[in-house]
């Protein structure tokens, strides 16, 4: 098989990132944009030792449940890779994914355990809080943009749909502004021009904090801020400095307050949060109030458990089981989001939560010489938990880890090495990205009981 050669393709399953994945001769083949039991006239577009990549010259055979993307940028920009199928499909695809990763993965057997059907999400579009887009000059006009796929293209855009509605308006209307001050774009190739990213925090009341990453000082910026904040639903401006020639970040210097309020409020519940411009928050609030409630069930608390919340960020998870717990434990490596989690605490009167700044490999084990827990929670970062942790975790004597995830290939592979002492009870899908393929995960594991314990 070589490349621009073509052949009809049966679609078997999807894979993690939204493909279409077929089999020609027991070799892999990816294929964007299709859908499991659809028959596709495919063109191979790049070899490997391993699989194939292929395109689509023609579908023979659609599926029932293929339907026309909303999304005007849908074919270039990819962000919203899975619109080409129906959302209650979609759902089930998820729960498929999970499936099919432990399967891959784990020599356990995913019907040994409860996998849930997929939690929908509230709101199908227009639901991401947060934006973080580059802005470059277009036909002479300040354009927001994304990358196309695997390229140095870029793709303007208007009004993104999974995006909140306030946020695609305040990127207008701020572009529109600054174009009349004669601000610039950045151009990182040539080091010169103004204004290089926007980035824009909206909670779910509409309130809005605004970031400008700028390559270049200027005074205009000033002025930029003073008419932003004029906007309706802005509460704080502010900016931070990156001249950086590689796109390796969006934030340069810490970010610096010109107008406004330092931070908007976001509530889950009964828990308020203080969101700044740098702080990690679930992008799809309504969705992150669905997880919660699921975590806080499945830790089964009845006022007398001491619970870890590692990995634990600003606090979101940890603060919201406080009410049910006894103690609440934090731990977490970034020392702006350790202060930001003890923050809330005090903002919410919240007195049996505290937040440890650290890594969890080595801290857990230290912790443990000092005190016992009943419940664990994890919400690590896509690569997992690192293998020191685990270790600690089942040298100890939790009873119950409740393991939130957003990577299905990682799960597996920690749950595989974690059930050599603790069994898994169930698994939650829940999609906390419509429109794309990412799907999280709410596991909950329980101690095995041996004569050892």
Same mark, same amino acid.
């Given at each position: 098989?070589?490349?621009?050669? +073509?052949? #009809?393709?049966? !679609?078997?399953?999807l894979?993690?990132?939204?493909e279409? @994945?077929?089999?020609? &001769? /027991?070799?892999?083949?990816?294929?964007?944009?299709?859908?499991?039991?659809?028959?596709?006239?495919?063109?191979?577009?790049?070899?490997?030792?391993k699989?194939?990549l292929?395109?689509?010259?023609?579908?023979k055979?659609?599926s029932?449940?293929?339907?026309?993307?909303?999304?005007?940028?849908?074919?270039?920009?990819?962000?919203?890779n899975?619109s080409?199928?129906?959302?209650?499909?979609?759902l089930?695809?998820?729960?498929?994914?999970?499936?099919?990763?432990?399967s891959?993965?784990?020599?356990?057997?995913?019907?040994?355990?409860e996998?849930?059907?997929?939690?929908?999400?509230?709101d199908?579009?227009?639901y991401?809080n947060?934006?973080q887009?580059?802005?470059?000059?277009?036909?002479?006009?300040?354009?927001?943009?994304?990358?196309?796929?695997?390229? +140095?293209? #870029?793709?303007? !855009?208007?009004?993104?749909?999974?995006?909140?509605?306030r @946020?695609?308006?305040? &990127? /207008?209307?701020?572009?529109?502004?600054?174009?009349?001050?004669?601000?610039?774009?950045?151009?990182?190739?040539?080091?010169?021009?103004?204004?290089?990213?926007i980035?824009?925090?909206?909670?779910e009341?509409?309130?809005?904090?605004?970031?400008?990453?700028?390559g270049?000082?200027s005074n205009?910026?000033?002025?930029?801020?003073?008419?932003?904040?004029e906007?309706?639903?802005?509460?704080?401006?502010?900016e931070s400095?990156?001249?950086?020639?590689?796109?390796?970040?969006?934030?340069?210097?810490?970010?610096?307050?010109?107008?406004?309020?330092?931070?908007?409020?976001?509530?889950?519940?009964?828990?308020?949060?203080?969101?700044?411009p740098?702080t990690?928050?679930?992008?799809?609030?309504?969705?992150?109030?669905a997880?919660?409630?699921?975590?806080?069930?499945?830790?089964?608390?009845?006022?007398?458990?001491?619970?870890?919340?590692a990995?634990?960020g600003?606090?979101?998870?940890?603060?919201?089981?406080?009410?049910?717990?006894?103690?609440?434990?934090?731990?977490?490596?970034?020392?702006?989001a350790?202060?930001?989690a003890?923050?809330?605490?005090?903002?919410?009167?919240?007195?049996?939560?505290?937040?440890?700044q650290?890594?969890?490999?080595?801290?857990?084990?230290?912790?443990?010489?000092?005190?016992?827990?009943?419940?664990?929670?994890?919400?690590?970062?896509?690569?997992g938990?690192?293998?020191?942790?685990?270790?600690?975790?089942?040298?100890?004597?939790?009873?119950?880890?409740?393991?939130?995830?957003?990577?299905?290939?990682?799960?597996?592979?920690?749950?595989?090495?974690?059930?050599i002492?603790?069994k898994?009870?169930?698994?939650?899908?829940?999609?906390?990205?419509?429109?794309?393929?990412?799907?999280?995960?709410?596991?909950?594991?329980?101690?095995?009981?041996?004569?050892?314990?």
């Amino acid at each position: 098989m070589r490349e621009k050669d +073509n052949f #009809i393709l049966d !679609i078997k399953r999807l894979g993690i990132n939204g493909e279409g @994945i077929g089999f020609y &001769n /027991r070799m892999a083949v990816f294929v964007d944009g299709a859908i499991p039991g659809e028959g596709h006239n495919v063109e191979v577009i790049k070899q490997d030792s391993k699989y194939l990549l292929a395109k689509t010259i023609e579908i023979k055979r659609p599926s029932k449940d293929r339907v026309n993307p909303s999304c005007p940028y849908y074919t270039d920009c990819g962000g919203c890779n899975v619109s080409h199928i129906s959302y209650d499909k979609m759902l089930e695809f998820k729960k498929e994914m999970v499936v099919e990763t432990i399967s891959r993965y784990t020599s356990l057997n995913p019907r040994s355990f409860e996998i849930k059907n997929t939690i929908p999400s509230e709101d199908k579009f227009h639901y991401r809080n947060r934006s973080q887009l580059a802005v470059k000059s277009v036909d002479g006009r300040l354009t927001v943009t994304m990358l196309k796929p695997n390229s +140095n293209s #870029i793709v303007p !855009i208007d009004s993104c749909l999974v995006q909140k509605k306030r @946020i695609n308006t305040l &990127n /207008r209307e701020i572009l529109h502004i600054a174009e009349n001050l004669g601000i610039s774009a950045y151009m990182a190739k040539f080091g010169r021009g103004i204004l290089r990213y926007i980035i824009l925090r909206v909670n779910e009341k509409d309130e809005a904090l605004v970031c400008f990453v700028i390559g270049e000082k200027s005074n205009k910026l000033k002025e930029l801020a003073k008419r932003t904040i004029e906007l309706p639903g802005v509460i704080g401006v502010y900016e931070s400095f990156n001249d950086a020639k590689k796109e390796v970040g969006f934030f340069g210097t810490d970010p610096k307050l010109l107008e406004g309020d330092s931070y908007i409020i976001e509530s889950l519940g009964k828990i308020q949060y203080r969101i700044y411009p740098n702080t990690f928050f679930q992008l799809n609030t309504k969705q992150a109030k669905a997880m919660m409630d699921i975590v806080l069930r499945a830790c089964k608390l009845s006022f007398k458990e001491r619970v870890l919340d590692a990995y634990s960020g600003v606090g979101a998870i940890g603060l919201y089981l406080a009410h049910m717990a006894k103690e609440v434990v934090g731990i977490e490596y970034n020392k702006d989001a350790v202060e930001a989690a003890n923050e809330n605490a005090k903002i919410n009167k919240i007195k049996n939560a505290k937040f440890l700044q650290g890594d969890a490999a080595l801290l857990l084990p230290k912790l443990l010489e000092e005190m016992t827990f009943d419940v664990v929670v994890v919400d690590p970062p896509r690569t997992g938990l690192e293998e020191a942790f685990i270790k600690s975790l089942l040298d100890s004597q939790i009873k119950r880890i409740i393991y939130v995830s957003c990577n299905p290939a990682t799960l597996a592979k920690d749950i595989e090495k974690l059930s050599i002492t603790y069994k898994v009870n169930s698994i939650t899908p829940l999609d906390m990205f419509p429109q794309t393929a990412h799907v999280e995960t709410i596991t909950t594991l329980v101690r095995v009981e041996t004569k050892k314990d």
